[in-house]
């Protein structure tokens, strides 16, 4: 049973385009009308994702061939205005110098690890290892926010990724640890990327292995202090 | 790409980059510039243009990072996909005689040597083994169109058959494809 079968005829010539989009096989026209469906449907763009998953191992016949040195240094003028000042660019853009320092890298990590476990008191790590990310998304609905948490200044970044609130109705954001109630972090602000900030004790419940969840809600939130709206987005928090 | 990258730390790449950290685009692209260089340069075939798709691609990964997070795919997955994407619609977008594209498309993709399939991860020998089900000039479209970015119209006419019956084929063989990977 495939998703197309599960959808009737409409959905399996869905499928099919999703199926040539992917393979690459389409006119001109015909790409743009897909790349713009998939930007607008949800079903469509599910459809060519498994698509690229299945037909992916193909890929592995690319073989890697290393561009121009000064790629990259385009790249950042075209994003950044001006690149960096490539600082030794002989020894710094060779490729055999950084296999070799990835490999110091490694090297050095172990060396600390092995150090900071034999011999040393626990110290408190640095401010990087704080930082956790989630994906907030939901099958049913089309909500997608990218949420960072930083532990240092107990931070929750949230950028918007996809999907409107609904008319009339506000986002809120809860984070569920375990088996408790949820606690909410507040009405998500309207914006592309927004901030939140939280006390110590919903920092401590994050770090434990909160989840973050999105509802809707009454416009100023849940007039209870509990979800009272459906779940459009959630997700766990990865360590970065 | 450097085999010292695993798929969860060029996930972290990208979760950074969505973040807009420079320092984590800038590894971002030194594990992965190669990759999508070949790709580039496999669809376009023409070292100037390659170059300029992979900029491209590059600037879009920048801008587009955090549609990452909202897919499903595998971080190399992600990133082949935008890199093929973009240079299929350049391929797309040039005006060229389809005689001379023939040409340029001389290049077949015969099935992998004995030892490239010995040495391939095992997803790799299971989409050639399900690959291998179809008849060979199938086969062979498939694996030209996926890798190529050859196009209904350059299959039909390499194949001397019409365009609708190119079609036919390769709807047929993709739904095959996934049956048997999917089995």
Same mark, same amino acid.
């Given at each position: 049973?495939?998703?197309?079968?599960?959808?009737?005829?409409?959905?399996?010539?869905?499928?099919?385009?999703?199926?040539?989009?992917?393979?690459?096989?389409?006119?001109?026209?015909?790409?743009?009308?897909?790349?713009?469906?998939?930007?607008?449907?949800?079903?469509?763009?599910?459809?060519?994702?498994?698509?690229?998953?299945?037909?992916?191992?193909?890929?592995?016949?690319?073989?890697?061939?290393?561009?121009?040195?000064?790629?990259?240094?385009?790249?950042?003028?075209?994003?950044?205005?001006?690149?960096?000042?490539?600082?030794?660019?002989?020894?710094?853009?060779?490729?055999?110098?950084?296999?070799?320092?990835?490999?110091?890298?490694?090297?050095?990590?172990?060396?600390?690890?092995?150090?900071?476990?034999?011999?040393?008191?626990?110290?408190?790590?640095?401010?990087?290892?704080?930082?956790?990310?989630?994906?907030?998304?939901?099958?049913?609905?089309? *909500?997608?926010?990218?949420? =960072?948490?930083? @532990?240092?200044?107990?931070? %929750? !970044? &949230?950028?918007?990724?996809? #999907? /409107?609130?609904?008319?009339?109705?506000?986002?809120?954001?809860?984070?569920?640890?375990?088996?408790?109630?949820? *606690?909410?972090?507040?009405? =998500?602000?309207? @914006?592309?990327?927004?901030? %939140? !900030? &939280?006390?110590?004790?919903? #920092? /401590?419940?994050?770090?434990?292995?909160?989840?973050?969840?999105?509802?809707?809600?009454?416009?100023?939130?849940?007039?209870?202090?509990?979800?009272?709206?459906?779940?459009?987005?959630?997700?766990?928090?990865?360590?970065? | 790409?450097?085999?010292?990258?695993?798929?969860?730390?060029?996930?972290?790449?990208?979760?950074?980059?969505?973040?807009?950290?420079?320092?984590?685009?800038?590894?971002?692209?030194?594990?992965?510039?190669?990759?999508?260089?070949?790709?580039?340069?496999?669809?376009?075939?023409?070292?100037?243009?390659?170059?300029?798709?992979?900029?491209?691609?590059?600037?879009?990964v920048w801008t587009k990072a955090d549609r990452f997070a909202a897919s499903e795919l595998s971080p190399i997955t992600w990133l082949v996909?935008?890199?093929?994407?973009?240079?299929?619609?350049?391929?797309?977008?040039?005006?060229?005689?389809?005689?001379?594209?023939?040409?340029?498309?001389?290049?077949?993709?015969?099935?992998?040597?004995?030892?490239?399939?010995?040495?391939?991860?095992?997803?790799?020998?299971?989409?050639?083994?399900?690959?291998?089900?179809?008849?060979?000039?199938?086969?062979?479209?498939?694996?030209?169109?996926?890798?190529?970015?050859?196009?209904?119209?350059?299959?039909?006419?390499?194949?001397?058959?019409?365009?609708?019956?190119?079609?036919?084929?390769?709807?047929?063989?993709?739904?095959?494809?996934?049956?048997?990977?999917?089995?």
């Amino acid at each position: 049973m495939t998703v197309a079968d599960e959808h009737g005829p409409e959905r399996r010539d869905d499928d099919l385009v999703a199926a040539e989009y992917v393979l690459g096989v389409l006119a001109a026209d015909e790409r743009a009308a897909a790349a713009r469906r998939i930007e607008t449907d949800r079903e469509f763009a599910r459809l060519v994702e498994h698509w690229e998953a299945q037909l992916a191992p193909m890929a592995d016949a690319y073989e890697p061939i290393e561009p121009p040195a000064n790629a990259k240094a385009a790249i950042d003028t075209r994003l950044f205005g001006q690149a960096r000042e490539p600082s030794r660019p002989g020894l710094w853009s060779s490729l055999a110098f950084w296999r070799g320092v990835a490999v110091a890298a490694v090297l050095a990590f172990g060396a600390y690890v092995g150090l900071t476990y034999t011999s040393l008191p626990f110290g408190a790590p640095p401010a990087e290892e704080h930082r956790y990310v989630a994906s907030l998304a939901h099958d049913d609905t089309d *909500v997608r926010y990218l949420a =960072v948490y930083d @532990g240092a200044t107990r931070d %929750v !970044a &949230l950028s918007h990724v996809s #999907g /409107a609130r609904p008319e009339g109705r506000d986002f809120e954001l809860w984070a569920i640890e375990g088996d408790n109630p949820p *606690v909410s972090l507040g009405v =998500v602000p309207v @914006g592309s990327s927004v901030h %939140v !900030a &939280l006390d110590e004790a919903l #920092g /401590a419940a994050i770090e434990a292995g909160a989840v973050f969840a999105i509802t809707t809600e009454p416009p100023g939130g849940s007039p209870s202090g509990a979800p009272t709206g459906p779940v459009v987005a959630l997700g766990d928090l990865r360590d970065i | 790409m450097t085999p010292t990258m695993t798929p969860d730390e060029i996930t972290k790449l990208i979760f950074r980059t969505a973040l807009k950290e420079r320092a984590a685009f800038d590894l971002l692209y030194r594990h992965t510039n190669a990759k999508l260089f070949g790709v580039c340069l496999r669809v376009l075939k023409d070292r100037a243009e390659a170059e300029e798709a992979l900029q491209d691609v590059y600037v879009k990964v920048w801008t587009k990072a955090d549609r990452f997070a909202a897919s499903e795919l595998s971080p190399i997955t992600w990133l082949v996909a935008v890199a093929r994407n973009h240079a299929i619609d350049r391929l797309r977008a040039r005006k060229v005689p389809a005689a001379e594209l023939d040409e340029a498309h001389a290049v077949t993709d015969p099935a992998p040597t004995p030892e490239a399939a010995a040495s391939a991860g095992s997803e790799r020998r299971r989409i050639d083994a399900c690959l291998d089900e179809l008849e060979n000039e199938r086969a062979t479209a498939v694996r030209g169109a996926y890798l190529n970015g050859d196009s209904y119209a350059e299959l039909a006419a390499r194949f001397d058959v019409p365009l609708n019956t190119m079609r036919t084929w390769l709807r047929r063989s993709l739904l095959k494809l996934r049956e048997c990977l999917e089995r």
